[in-house]
């Protein structure tokens, strides 16, 4: 199994950045897919970006296209979710997670290891 946990959620500005890190741990952690999902008060859970460790292939959903970079550390077995120019529609818990499908992986229920998510606090 694979085992994520979440670091670097906190208050920014309209407009400021914030880097999110999830660190990775597991026997086969890279042959994943991993993902950032955001779940804001009284919405689903939705997708924000994924990454393929393998080959570092990605996908965003087209509201943070831009402005948000999902990457990975090879050395630091570490995720990481650059967000800059933030927008209060961005505050949420947000959640790394990691699922063996390889494939089109866009939906929470294609994932099967979650970490305890960070909060992100964007005023206006």
């Known amino acids: 199994q694979v085992q994520v946990v979440e670091s670097g959620g906190g208050l920014v500005q309209t407009g400021g950045s914030l880097k999110l890190s999830c660190a990775a741990s597991?026997?086969?952690?890279?042959?994943?897919?991993y993902a950032w999902f955001r779940q804001a008060p009284g919405k689903e859970r939705e997708l924000v970006a994924a990454i393929r460790w393998d080959s570092g292939s990605t996908y965003y959903r087209v509201s943070v296209k831009g402005r948000f970079t999902i990457s990975r550390d090879n050395a630091q077995s570490t995720i990481y979710l650059q967000m800059n120019s933030l927008k209060p529609e961005d505050a949420a818990v947000y959640y790394c997670a990691a699922t063996p499908k390889l494939g089109t992986t866009r939906i929470p229920v294609d994932y099967n290891y979650w970490g305890q998510g960070t909060q992100v606090t964007v005023s206006s």
């Open positions: 597991g026997r086969a952690f890279t042959t994943h897919t």
